[in-house]
Antibody, heavy 121, light 108 residues
Framework: QITLKESGPTLVKPTQTLTLTCTFSGFSLSTSGVGVGWIRQPPGKALEWLALIYWDDDKRYSPSLKSRLTITKDTSKNQVVLTMTNMDPVDTATYYC?????????????WGQGTLVTVSS | DIQMTQSPSTLSASVGDRVTITCRAS??????LAWYQQKPGKAPKLLIY???SLESGVPSRFSGSGSGTEFTLTISSLQPDDFATYYC??????????FGQGTKVEIK
């Protein structure tokens, strides 16, 4: 049974760096083809893909946010970490991590419950 | 960047109706398209991947079709549990992933 859970601060101040951790179980991020991605959703708005990391440490970033994002993995801890620098109130959103089982067919078949991050001074 | 445009933004329908949602890509994405269902306060749920493949456990009333730049999600007979927001998403390891803006299916 695959599960994912996001953790991190619920409130950050403008200009601060956000660090979110996705802790998962039921799969290994050392298995060929597997990836973990981050997606966010501002209140009442659409989903926005942020970043994805594959089993082989291949990393992909949203072009519009690439300069602010870093995604890393710790296979031994079953964790994926996303950092986002220079946070702004427009970054207020629910942040999800999600599992992808296939490098070429990278839909997200399992999702975490999401964590709401508010950016405010 | 590849842009995804869904239509309509909102759809009012009754239980038992056949419902179709369209998603258009700004350039060809072959069949690298997924559909998700999201209910308020919940994470999205994968319904369809690779344009027309039904995810395990998803009712057969959901179907997807299309390739290239135009795709559709069809619900053959709308059920009470289907009132939700639906998103398309293009994905390909050579490009960034993009979601559509969503289609809210409401009770008529």
């Amino acid at each position: 049974q695959i599960t994912l859970k996001e953790s991190g601060p619920t409130l950050v101040k403008p200009t601060q760096t956000l660090t979110l951790t996705c802790t998962f179980s039921g799969f290994s991020l050392s298995t060929s083809g597997v990836g973990v991605g981050w997606i966010r959703q501002p209140p009442g708005k659409a989903l926005e893909w942020l970043a994805l990391i594959y089993w082989d440490d291949d990393k992909r970033y949203s072009p519009s946010l690439k300069s602010r994002l870093t995604i890393t993995k710790d296979t031994s801890k079953n964790q994926v970490v996303l950092t986002m620098t220079n946070m702004d109130p427009v970054d207020t959103a629910t942040y999800y991590c999600a599992h992808s089982s296939n490098y070429y067919d990278s839909s997200f078949d399992y999702w975490g419950q999401g964590t709401l991050v508010t950016v405010s001074s | 960047d590849i842009q995804m445009t869904q239509s309509p933004s909102t759809l009012s329908a009754s239980v038992g109706d056949r419902v179709t949602i369209t998603c258009r890509a700004s350039q060809s994405i072959s069949s690298w398209l997924a559909w998700y269902q999201q209910k308020p306060g919940k994470a999205p749920k994968l319904l369809i991947y690779k344009a027309s493949s039904l995810e395990s456990g998803v009712p057969s009333r959901f179907s997807g079709s299309g390739s290239g730049t135009e795709f559709t999600l069809t619900i053959s007979s709308l059920q009470p549990d289907d009132f939700a927001t639906y998103y398309c998403q293009q994905y390909n390891s050579y490009f960034s992933w993009t979601f559509g803006q969503g289609t809210k299916v409401e009770i008529k």
